[in-house]
């Protein structure tokens, strides 16, 4: 029983902690791909190239002092970005890194991912109501609205991958594309899950919570220190657990590119982080290119736009599946 | 293997136990709590605990669809119609009394509802306990109960009859060999006993079952048996969703709106004649 238990926790920290490094590098990745977009050095001096500036802004949200606002609600202003963080945390519990190497192969895998998304929102808006300020306040409202819609698209691109599958277990998704990537015959639907999930996580450009000229800087204003740092970490674990999805969804997971034996010599998590890195770059060139979208025009995006299309996809792939008789048993 | 059977069986109803604790309790808080958001708050945590004691049943499909639909769809839009509303505690803490008398009634029915169905075992039970150990929980719960109950009798008796006190004592006392007895024989009496039978031919059931998911089975069941049901429960939500849209559409004639489609057909040179001719 002692085994099991210990057995348990080292997986689960071998999961966190390596995901906490990839959050933390991630952040230095995107300021060195931003300046180097916009011409300019980016962070240099802490180490060599800078490789040591991610510890270094850990280090200063650590030792900062935590200010409570006065009028702000404790309970749940506390409770807020640990429930962010716990989320970004455990979805990571079914992702399949290579062939069986997962922490839980649960059956109902996607829609546990789908659920813990889902449960996100709370973070969101706890965060807002319970600092009792205007700007964040409203930075909430909006985060929540863009969550939710963007969550139906995000849904039914998924059930059309499903159909495809025949399972909702992760890494029968990564084994059906043994043959071919869905990113080849779903093309479309991969461009329309990456811009769904750029807004599900709340990234440029529908940035709108952080739109610093309007709402100072969203939910979030009012977090000093390590709330903060959880919020940030929760987010961009977010990121990086967005991609991955695009990865095994689309991208056919650990599987490489193409079926040779050479290039099965390298690991499977090898080829998953090389594509995940390939959409976190994906993240990061958005930002740098696009300006931000107008409120109501992301509404539009996200009900008039990819509502219908996605739906319409879920019902053609279906349907193509269904007349030609290839439907997975 | 046993002992991890057994280990484990005694966490399954453990956790039970703080689910379904943790759900009541929480359910209490919903209408107790001062404030609205913490009262919706205190319904997210329902829904989760609710969501794993389904898990806990291996209705795991149920319980992950229970949490998107409840907690991530309806129970967001409670919270942000009450965030929303601005409302002044004072208000509600006038009389808590007020709708006791209604709350109760139903109250009311809905325990004489499950006590009904209690009798009549809508779910047919599959009795996990036959390897013969009684779970730890159950063991616990039988002793308390027996001596909370026997404690009570024996007060009862001294206050009421202390003349019959030692009758009384010894009957405990066989009683409680009873139990005991009851108790140690149910765990001596293992599956081992059961398998030293020679010469019997066994059916290995699991080779020959069909293994599905609940998906799967859920997905048989409610697109052939359930259909109507099925399709009817989705045009009511239709309907539903039509109506709401049709109270909430209304064009204001002054409101300047952008219109995408026009705004991307709009020919480029046309529109510089336009301002030319201007």
């Given at each position: 029983m002692l085994f099991f238990l210990l057995s348990i926790i080292a997986k689960i920290l071998g999961i966190v902690v390596p995901l906490l490094v990839a959050v933390a590098y991630l952040t230095l990745a995107e300021r060195k791909v931003m300046a180097s977009m916009q011409r300019r050095k980016g962070p240099n001096v802490v180490g060599f190239f800078g490789i040591l500036q991610p510890l270094a802004d850990g280090l200063k949200l650590l030792i900062k002092e935590p200010v409570l606002p006065s009028s702000a609600n404790t309970v749940v202003f506390l409770a807020a970005p640990v429930l962010t963080f716990l989320l970004a945390l455990i979805a990571w519990a079914v992702i399949p890194f290579g062939e069986g190497m997962v922490l839980c192969d649960l059956d109902v895998g996607m829609l546990y991912i789908f659920a813990v998304s889902s449960l996100g929102v709370y973070g969101v808006i706890m965060a807002g109501w319970s600092s009792n300020s205007k700007y964040a306040f409203l930075g909430a409202l909006r985060s929540t609205a863009q969550m939710v819609s963007y969550e139906v698209s995000l849904g039914l691109i998924i059930i059309t991958v499903l159909v495809c599958v025949g399972s909702l277990n992760l890494s029968d998704i990564v084994l059906a594309q043994?043959?071919?990537?869905?990113a080849v015959p779903l093309f479309p639907l991969l461009l329309l899950f990456f811009i769904s999930c750029l807004a599900e996580t709340n990234r440029a450009p529908f940035d709108l919570p952080e739109a610093e000229a309007e709402l100072?800087?969203?939910?979030?204003?009012?977090y000093s220190s390590m709330g903060f740092a959880l919020f940030f970490l929760g987010e961009y674990a977010n990121m990086i657990m967005m991609s991955v999805l695009c990865v095994i969804l689309?991208?056919?997971?650990?599987?490489?590119?193409?079926?040779l034996t050479i290039l099965y010599w390298i690991p499977g998590s090898m080829w998953l982080g090389l594509k995940t890195i390939l959409f976190l770059f994906l993240y990061i060139w958005v930002r740098a290119a696009f300006p931000r979208y107008r409120y109501d025009q992301l509404m539009r995006l996200g009900w008039k736009v990819f509502l219908p299309l996605s739906l319409a996809w879920v019902l053609f792939v279906a349907g193509v599946l269904v007349a030609f008789d290839i439907l997975p048993s | 293997m046993e002992c991890v059977k057994k280990n484990l069986l005694c966490m399954m109803s453990v956790l039970f136990n703080v689910f379904a604790g943790l759900a009541l309790l929480s359910g209490i808080m919903v209408i107790r709590a001062k404030n609205p958001v913490y009262s919706v708050l205190f319904l997210i945590l329902v829904f989760c605990n609710a969501s794993g004691l389904l898990l806990l049943i291996n209705l795991d499909f149920f319980a992950m669809v229970f949490l998107v639909v409840y907690v991530g769809a309806i129970a967001v839009l409670f919270l942000f119609v009450v965030m929303m509303l601005?409302?002044?505690?004072a208000e509600i803490n006038d009389n808590i009394l007020r709708y006791l008398p209604i709350g109760g009634m139903f109250g009311l029915l809905f325990l004489a509802e499950i006590l009904l169905l209690l009798e009549q075992d809508l779910v047919p039970v599959v009795l996990y306990h036959t390897n013969g150990i009684l779970p730890f929980m159950e063991y616990i719960m039988m002793f308390v109960t027996f001596f909370a109950w026997s404690a009570v009798c024996v007060l009862w008796v001294c206050v009421s009859?202390?003349?019959?006190l030692p009758s009384v004592l010894s009957q405990w006392g066989t009683w409680r060999n009873q139990l005991m007895y009851k108790v140690n024989t149910y765990s001596s009496l293992t599956m081992h006993d059961a398998y030293n039978y020679e010469n019997v031919d066994y059916v290995l059931w699991p080779h020959t079952m069909e293994q599905t998911t609940t998906v799967h089975t859920l997905g048989h069941v409610v697109y052939t048996y359930y259909m109507v049901f099925f399709i009817m429960a989705s045009v009511i939500l239709l309907i539903s969703m039509i109506g709401a849209i049709v109270l909430t559409m209304h064009k204001g004639v002054f409101v300047k709106r952008q219109e995408v489609f026009e705004q991307n057909t709009r020919d480029f040179s046309k529109t510089l004649q336009k301002i030319k001719n201007m």
């Open positions: 043994q043959d071919v990537w869905f100072v800087a969203g939910y979030n204003v009012e689309f991208l056919g997971g650990w599987l490489p590119p193409l079926s | 601005n409302i002044k505690l009859q202390p003349w019959t």
